[in-house]
């Protein structure tokens, strides 16, 4: 099994630009999150997903849209990016209820210029 | 607000050395967990509890519910074991994890 996979692993992006982060786990996981990492911050959820086409907002998500037409499958987007989404994001997915463990991707460091 | 506090933020041992690392947290729980962060960035869920203690290894968490609590304990600690831990805290009545800053130990041979 790979787990928790993440596309890309770095990017770097112009002001305005738009782009989607792919989040793919191969567990039969329902539950899938989007957590962005900032220094001297803790982990913070954009968005998360409780099963195939659902989702459900987070405690930052403003400015990033999701999508989760495949169970396997998380994308973040970013229609307009802007510097303060230079982060590093991490894609996590649990297996049926939200407070068990999570299993996490190896991250996406995304740079806005 | 910060619903989770660790302490400390920074941690330098010795090898061999006991450590401790704590966590508080001020809202209600369905479960508490310990997280690692290695220096490459990946993190991996090392435990998961709702009361009590467990061990893995050299590793041992508790956690006291009443004291809204949590202790990371590492015995004969080695330098493999320098990395950020992460405590975070599932809110009982959402799907919420509410995340720490994080300890960053090292762990000197």
């Known amino acids: 099994n790979a787990g928790v996979t993440q596309t890309p692993k770095f990017r770097v992006l112009k002001t305005g630009q738009s782009m989607t982060l792919l989040c793919a786990q191969d567990m039969n996981h329902e539950y899938m999150y989007w957590y962005r990492q900032d220094p001297g911050m803790g982990l913070r959820l954009i968005h998360y997903?409780?099963?195939?086409?659902?989702?459900a907002k987070g405690e930052v998500p403003d400015g990033y849209n999701v999508s989760r037409l495949k169970k396997q499958n998380f994308l973040l987007g970013l229609e307009s990016a802007a510097p303060s989404q230079t982060s590093v994001y991490f894609c996590?997915?649990?297996?049926?209820?939200?407070?068990?463990?999570?299993?996490f991707g190896p991250g996406t460091r995304l740079l806005v210029l | 607000k910060n619903e989770v506090e660790q302490s400390p933020q920074n941690l330098t041992a010795q090898e061999g050395e006991f450590i401790t690392i704590n966590c508080s947290y001020s809202v209600g729980i369905s479960a508490l967990h310990w997280l690692q962060q290695h220096p490459g960035g990946g993190i991996v869920s090392l435990f998961m509890?709702?009361?009590g203690k467990k061990k893995h290894g050299r590793l041992i968490a508790t956690i006291n519910i009443q004291e809204k609590h949590s202790s990371l304990h590492i015995t004969a600690s080695h330098p493999r074991d320098s990395a950020v831990y992460i405590c975070a805290a599932h809110e009982i009545t959402g799907n919420q994890f509410y995340f720490g800053t994080g300890t960053s130990l090292t762990v000197i041979p």
């Open positions: 509890l709702s009361s």
């Open positions: 996590a997915s649990s297996y049926r209820t939200s407070w068990e463990t999570q299993y």
């Open positions: 997903s409780v099963g195939e086409g659902t989702t």
